[in-house]
Structures are given as structure tokens and as C-alpha cells.
């Protein structure tokens, strides 16, 4: 009779202290899925995103892809929610060992979405300066390798020099179509 009186004493800032950060592994291409499913469900959850630019086709398209494909951040109490968790659409399984999921730290979560933006798009700092070595990853000039010398504006276009024929051409090119080298 006392557990009883005891469960209607908790008030939910109690029961938001048994929920935990744990990673889910989706089925490949689920992400957004799960996401969906989870809030739903009122499960708190996180997916850090990032945003590329690809080639396509001649011109530069801008995608949205899972900065950790194939996986999400579930916040939730492993008594109440692990089998909702576990069966929800897309899921493949929550990352532990043999005896059980582990869970991840909540500063982990914290780190991660300090360099998230909006929508939950992940900021990488940029990391070329002036006279790295680099590689054009796509377009007219794949493959060939350059020398980085500035950015050129805040759309993301730079000056690279490429060595052709023996002598250094500049052209200009969007970052995300170059990566460094080592």
C-alpha cells in the first residue's frame, strides 16, 4: 500500500530524471522516419543534421543528410519505453552490449547540439587556410589537385590554384566542390 502512495507522490520532474539518452540504429534511410514515429510517440529525440553540396548533373545541389547516417538520439525511460522504442517503424536496434542498451551521456547530447543550428543542422568550422593542399572532389576539374588561396565570399565560393601544364591557373570554385589533403 505504501509503493502505491509513493507512485502518486512523484510529480513528472521525478519521472523526467529516469529518462536517458541512448543511441538508435535505423534501417538504412529511416532516419526521418523514426524521427517522425518517436515524436509521435512523445519520445524526445535528437538528429543532427548536416548540409552538403553535390554535383548533380552539372549544377550544385543542396541536401540535407543525417550528420550520423543510419542513427538518432532517443531520450526516454528504458522500463517504460524500451519496447516502444525497439518496435517502432524503421528501427533496427538500440546500440548496448550483451546485457542491455547503454546509455550515453547527456553532455554528449549537449556538445553535439551546441554546434547545431536551426533545424538541428550541425556548423563545421571552417578548416582550409591559405596554402592547404587540395583536392576538387567534383565538376569540370575532379580530381585534379590545387592549392587553396582565399575564400571569396559567404556563399561559399573560393580561389583555388590549380596546377595545369606547369603553371598555377586561379579559379574560383564552391568550397563544398574541394577537400583538403594531406
Given at each position: 500500500m505504501d509503493v502505491g502512495i509513493e507512485l502518486v507522490k512523484m510529480n513528472t520532474s521525478d519521472l523526467e530524471d529516469l529518462r536517458i539518452w541512448y543511441v538508435v540504429q535505423t534501417k538504412p534511410g529511416n532516419e526521418d522516419r523514426v524521427q517522425n514515429n518517436l515524436n509521435r510517440q512523445k519520445i524526445e529525440n535528437f538528429l543532427p543534421q548536416l548540409g552538403i553540396y553535390e554535383h548533380r548533373q552539372g549544377?550544385?545541389?543542396h541536401r540535407?543528410?543525417?550528420f550520423?547516417?543510419?542513427y538518432l538520439?532517443?531520450?526516454f525511460d528504458l522500463g517504460l519505453h524500451y519496447s516502444k522504442v525497439k518496435?517502432?517503424?524503421g528501427?533496427?536496434?538500440?546500440?548496448?552490449?550483451g546485457s542491455g542498451p547503454i546509455p550515453i551521456s547527456g553532455q554528449v547530447i549537449s556538445t553535439i547540439k551546441e554546434r547545431a543550428g536551426e533545424n538541428n543542422l550541425i556548423r563545421l568550422e571552417d578548416e582550409l587556410k591559405e596554402g592547404d593542399a587540395i583536392q576538387v572532389t567534383s565538376g569540370p576539374f575532379k580530381d585534379l589537385m590545387g592549392i587553396f588561396q582565399k575564400k571569396m565570399?559567404?556563399?561559399g565560393r573560393v580561389r583555388i590554384l590549380l596546377s595545369l601544364i606547369g603553371v598555377d591557373v586561379p579559379?574560383?570554385?564552391s568550397k563544398w566542390q574541394i577537400k583538403r589533403v594531406a
Amino acid at each position: 500500500m505504501d509503493v502505491g502512495i509513493e507512485l502518486v507522490k512523484m510529480n513528472t520532474s521525478d519521472l523526467e530524471d529516469l529518462r536517458i539518452w541512448y543511441v538508435v540504429q535505423t534501417k538504412p534511410g529511416n532516419e526521418d522516419r523514426v524521427q517522425n514515429n518517436l515524436n509521435r510517440q512523445k519520445i524526445e529525440n535528437f538528429l543532427p543534421q548536416l548540409g552538403i553540396y553535390e554535383h548533380r548533373q552539372g549544377t550544385m545541389v543542396h541536401r540535407i543528410k543525417p550528420f550520423f547516417p543510419n542513427y538518432l538520439f532517443a531520450k526516454f525511460d528504458l522500463g517504460l519505453h524500451y519496447s516502444k522504442v525497439k518496435w517502432t517503424r524503421g528501427v533496427n536496434r538500440i546500440l548496448g552490449n550483451g546485457s542491455g542498451p547503454i546509455p550515453i551521456s547527456g553532455q554528449v547530447i549537449s556538445t553535439i547540439k551546441e554546434r547545431a543550428g536551426e533545424n538541428n543542422l550541425i556548423r563545421l568550422e571552417d578548416e582550409l587556410k591559405e596554402g592547404d593542399a587540395i583536392q576538387v572532389t567534383s565538376g569540370p576539374f575532379k580530381d585534379l589537385m590545387g592549392i587553396f588561396q582565399k575564400k571569396m565570399s559567404s556563399q561559399g565560393r573560393v580561389r583555388i590554384l590549380l596546377s595545369l601544364i606547369g603553371v598555377d591557373v586561379p579559379v574560383q570554385i564552391s568550397k563544398w566542390q574541394i577537400k583538403r589533403v594531406a
